[in-house]
């Protein structure tokens, strides 16, 4: 059983202060007449004495609390703000779901735009807790993508909203913050999910060659065994295993590649076919 308090306090003939549990009010008029003001608003009462008759209605509502939106409308909201290019839009349209994954995984990409590496790892991370459910509400919405972030010297690939977005987007975090151990510990499990996925196999190899322990270099070279054709999107993975080779000793292989690349005259960046020169 709980305890209650409620007071009625007389100021003057007919007005009277009523105190208990929340907000204070105010009631004024005679027996049979009431008009109550408070926090809720103004009402009026009227009855007749000794009968037990009464009626009451509201004047005007007083201050409320504004209803808190849904997930899928704050996502809504914030799908309007991304395609303005609103980065703080899209941080108020979520601000009162920051705990939901999928709030997390949009709040992780304009972390990661601010460069703020350990949010956006964290958040990430938050935003895995929803599995294969993750992203659900934003396609609902209509957003499949959060943008495009850079990879690897020359590649782009797109933040999607879904456990892949999330999981390159954590990867590209962890990098950032020079956690290159927790990066990789991250990536190897998916990328065994995903063997044919060429922007998490580009990924793990740019990984292992940022991080150089022992055994990275031969692991690139397994990783990426077989024949790689020389294209637009595997030009950046081609590069990279063309530094294992020269990093291994194997100076005539990464001539081989470099050479393949560029005579192919495949589609790629300047600075990736200034690297390519270089090599060669």
Not at 43 to 64: C, E
Not at 79 to 91: I, N, P, T, W
Not at 208 to 224: K, V
């Amino acid at each position: 059983m709980a305890w209650r308090f409620s007071k009625r306090v007389r100021l003057f003939p007919g007005v009277t202060l009523n105190i208990g549990k929340g907000a204070p009010s105010l009631s004024v008029g005679p027996r049979g007449a009431k008009l109550n003001v408070g926090k809720r608003g103004a009402r009026y009462t009227v009855g007749i004495p000794g009968t037990g008759l009464s009626y009451t209605d509201k004047l005007f509502p007083g201050s409320q609390k504004p209803k808190k939106a849904s997930l899928e409308e704050a996502c809504l909201s914030a799908a309007q703000a991304l395609a303005q290019g609103d980065s703080a839009g899209v941080e108020s349209s979520l601000a009162g779901h920051r705990k939901m994954p999928d709030a997390a995984l949009a709040l992780g990409v304009m972390a990661m735009n601010r460069q703020c590496w350990d949010d956006g790892a964290r958040l990430f991370e938050q935003s895995l807790q929803a599995g294969d459910k993750l992203g659900r509400p934003w396609v609902n919405v209509g957003v499949t993508q959060f943008g495009e972030m850079a990879v690897a010297l020359g590649m782009v690939t797109k933040v999607e909203a879904s456990v892949r977005g999330a999981m390159i987007g954590r990867t590209e975090c962890l990098q950032r913050s020079g956690l290159l151990d927790q990066a990789v510990a991250s990536l190897v499990p998916f990328s065994s999910l995903y063997p044919n996925d060429l922007v998490i196999k580009t990924m793990l190899a740019d990984l292992l060659m940022d991080r150089n322990a022992t055994g990275d270099m031969q692991s690139i070279l397994s990783l990426c065994a077989g024949q790689v054709v020389p294209l637009p999107e595997t030009a950046p993975l081609l590069f990279i295993i063309a530094n294992a080779y020269e990093a291994t000793g194997r100076h005539q292989q990464a001539i081989a590649i470099s050479k393949a690349v560029l005579n192919s005259r495949v589609a790629m960046s300047n600075d990736l076919q200034d690297e390519y020169t270089k090599l060669r």
